[in-house]
Structure formats: structure tokens, C-alpha cells
């Protein structure tokens, strides 16, 4: 079984908390599925701990990467091989320019990056000139940690754009598999349109739509998937369910029986 999963909203649709479930539910009546989430990026500030964590893991991983991590305890380099470290940037620094302040805090300013494949780890980073001290001491020891080769900010911007090539070539698929887009992208990689089942999420609410039918939709559009955004997409998809969602859970017992109707 093959499931994607993405999200209605860029941020806080719910997709790692609907996915977990589904990971859970469907182990207990014998499916597990293996967790890929091909592109994540977190930010230094606002979420430190995870920084911390990578740091005493010993590898570069975001939120949801380790989330998936704690409950199947598979490797973070096969759940997420391309994972970007953001950071805010410093105002006084820039000399008070607000405007480019608040396109690089909107864009978010990537200051390293771990590429994965196989049990390989391939880490860059940029300089940190435009970083608040506070936050600039950590990086440092976080370069120190992980010894990435540095390059400029456009050349890190430059390999971020190429994430979903990088990100396919690394990726090792399995039969039991479900996929976590990133933002509102409608799938994160090519191979990830190839499954069985899409889940579009948003707050209390998850539609499924068959995997022959997201496909040939995504077919009509010039653009890859991980440039089309869910929001203009759904008009021209069959939902072929829709199910209510539990608050923190995100559990609905429809969605197992649905999944599980045709084994």
C-alpha cells in the first residue's frame, strides 16, 4: 500500500499528526508502512530543541523527519534524505532595510543542508555573517558537529531548488510506503504521484482521492507537482471520501475500514 499525503495550507495542515496515525492504525491490523518525508527544512529559532537533538544525534534532521523517527525508530537518513537547516536573519545587520528583512524572514534564509544517500551524509552550509549572535554561536557548533563544505547563500538557494532531483535519486521506495509532501507542494518528488491512495489534509478535515485519478489530473498541468499547490488543484479532483478528524489524534476509524475494504 501506497499512500501521499499533503496539505490544504502551506503551514499546519497536519499532515505529520494525520500521517502517525495512519502509520499506527494501519500496524495494528498487520500494515507497516515506512515513512518518507523526501524534502524537510526547520528553522534554528523556532525550533531549537530539534537542533539541539540533531546535534546529539549526530545527524541534521527537522521536526516531522524525527517525529517519524520516535515512532517507527527507522533510519532519519532513509525517512528524509535532503533536510534544510533555516535561520532568521539579523535587522541591524541588513541596516534596518525592512523590506529585505521581511522577504528573506518570508522566504526563510537556509544556512545548511543535509543531503543523504544511502549511509552517506553530504552536508553544506553558507556563512553566517547575516545571523543574530545568538543563534550564530549554535551554528557554529553545529558546523563543528557536522563539518559541511561551504559555499555561498545563491549556491545553497541553488541546490534547495534542485531538492526534488536530488531528493528522487536518493529515495528508496518500498511496497508499504506513505509520503509526506512539504507545505501545500500536491507531492514533493515525481515517483511520489505513483500510489494507491492521496490524502489531502487541513484542520479537522482529510479527503482521499485514488491515486489513478490524482495522477491524471497532475497530468493536465505544465507545471511539476511539487509546483502546484494543493489550493489549485483540489477543484479539479474526484474526493471519493471525506472524513471528520479527532482533535490531536486525528483519528477517524472510517478511514482504516476504507483503506483495508479491497485487501
Not at 528573506?104 to 553544506?124: A, E, H, Q, W
Not at 557548533?141 to 531548488?161: A, G
Not at 489513478?212 to 489549485?232: A, D, M, Y
Not at 483540489?234 to 475500514?257: A, G, P, Q, R
Amino acid at each position: 500500500m501506497k499512500i501521499l499525503v499533503n496539505g490544504l495550507l502551506p503551514y499546519d495542515s497536519g499532515k505529520t499528526t494525520f500521517s502517525l496515525m495512519l502509520i499506527r492504525e494501519l500496524k495494528a491490523v498487520g500494515i507497516k508502512l515506512f515513512p518518507l518525508k523526501p524534502v524537510a527544512g526547520h528553522n534554528a529559532w523556532y525550533s531549537f530543541n530539534t537542533l539541539l537533538r540533531s546535534y546529539d544525534l549526530g545527524i541534521l534532521a527537522g521536526n516531522d523527519a524525527l517525529k517519524y523517527y520516535d515512532e517507527t525508530n527507522e533510519d532519519i537518513r532513509k525517512i528524509n534524505p535532503f533536510a534544510v537547516l533555516l535561520s532568521p536573519v539579523d535587522l541591524e545587520i541588513l541596516n534596518f532595510s525592512v523590506e529585505y528583512y521581511n522577504s528573506l524572514m518570508t522566504n526563510g534564509f537556509p544556512v545548511m543542508i543535509r543531503i543523504s544517500c544511502g549511509n552517506n551524509d553530504k552536508y553544506y552550509a553558507t556563512e553566517t555573517h547575516l545571523i543574530p549572535k545568538t543563534i550564530k554561536g549554535v551554528l557554529q557548533q553545529i558546523y563543528e558537529k557536522f563539518k559541511p563544505e561551504i559555499v555561498s547563500s545563491n549556491e545553497l538557494r541553488e541546490t534547495i531548488n534542485n531538492s526534488w532531483y536530488i531528493a528522487e535519486s536518493c529515495i528508496q521506495h518500498r511496497d508499504d510506503e506513505i509520503i509526506e509532501s512539504y507545505n501545500d507542494a500536491s507531492a514533493p518528488i515525481p515517483s511520489a504521484i505513483n500510489v494507491d491512495h492521496v490524502f489531502l489534509v487541513s484542520p479537522a478535515k482529510a479527503f482521499v482521492i485514488k491515486g489513478e485519478e490524482f495522477r491524471k489530473v497532475i497530468s493536465l498541468f505544465s507545471l511539476p507537482p511539487w509546483i502546484i499547490r494543493t489550493s489549485n488543484l483540489i477543484k479539479y479532483l474526484k474526493i471519493e471520501k471525506s472524513f471528520d478528524l479527532e482533535v490531536f489524534t486525528s483519528k477517524n476509524d472510517k478511514i482504516i475500514d476504507y483503506l483495508i475494504h479491497d485487501l
